[in-house]
T-cell receptor, first 113, second 112 residues
Framework: NAGVTQTPKFQVLKTGQSMTLQCAQD?????MYWYRQDPGMGLRLIYY???????DKGEVPNGYNVSRLNKREFSLRLESAAPSQTSVYFC????????????FGPGTRLTVL | GENVEQHPSTLSVQEGDSAVIKCTYS??????FPWYKQELGKGPQLIID?????GEKKDQRIAVTLNKTAKHFSLHITETQPEDSAVYFC???????????FGTGTRLLVSP
């Protein structure tokens, strides 16, 4: 039981390049989330998927797109990376509507030059 | 929307002392308040949570208190140990318990 896994762990991009961050969970959770963590700003929600087949914007969605590929997988795509997207990205998942605990992955450290 | 403020940003204590971290929230409709611990290089992990129908909750050396009138909640860690050193985040939610708004974090350092 690996929990929430994220790939890659580290990535360096040049401005304008694109990439997809992958996330998978093996806990049969319905809901999945993408956050970014910046120094002094805590975690901010980018997008979330309350259930398979649905996605919604969070607090800071601009510059990102997501895909809920199936119940297990939720990917985050940067179409044209900008230096302002340098951050640590965390994926999380939670179970049913009343099961509040969010389980986080180990994070992806992204640097955009 | 919801806004969560967290204080202090850093907290240094001696082993065995108590540590208190405080958060305030703005949306009176918020009804779920979790606390997460993040160790270096890892993702956050839930350590305790409280719902708005409860004033206090304890789990061994950690406790959380909630004052709905004042819209603030606090994390209390007693008999601190070096392994308690980490960054702690509070959060609040009012939309189906799924959309959490996090505080900015408190770096706790426990010195032996």
């Amino acid at each position: 039981n690996a929990g929430v896994t994220q790939t890659p762990k580290f990535q360096v991009l040049k401005t304008g390049q694109s990439m997809t961050l992958q996330c998978a969970q093996d806990m049969n959770h319905n809901s999945m989330y993408w956050y970014r963590q910046d120094p002094g700003m805590g975690l901010r929600l980018i997008y979330y998927s309350a259930s398979e087949g649905t996605t919604d914007k969070g607090e800071v969605p601009n510059g990102y797109n997501v895909s809920r590929l199936n119940k297990r997988e939720f990917s985050l795509r940067l179409e044209s990376a900008a230096p302002s997207q340098t951050s640590v990205y965390f994926c999380a998942s939670s179970g049913t509507f009343r099961d509040n605990e969010q389980f986080f992955g180990p994070g992806t450290r992204l640097t955009v030059l | 929307g919801e806004n969560v403020e967290q204080h202090p940003s850093t907290l240094s204590v001696q082993e065995g002392d108590s540590a208190v971290i405080k958060c305030t929230y703005s949306d009176s409709a918020s009804n779920y308040f979790p606390w997460y611990k993040q160790e270096l290089g890892k993702g956050p992990q839930l350590i305790i949570d409280i719902r708005s129908n409860v004033g206090e909750k304890k789990d061994q050396r950690i406790a959380v208190t909630l004052n709905k009138t004042a819209k603030h909640f606090s994390l209390h860690i007693t008999e601190t140990q070096p392994e308690d050193s980490a960054v702690y985040f509070c959060a609040a939610s009012n939309t189906g318990f799924q959309k959490l708004v996090f505080g900015t974090g408190t770096r706790l350092l426990v010195s032996p």
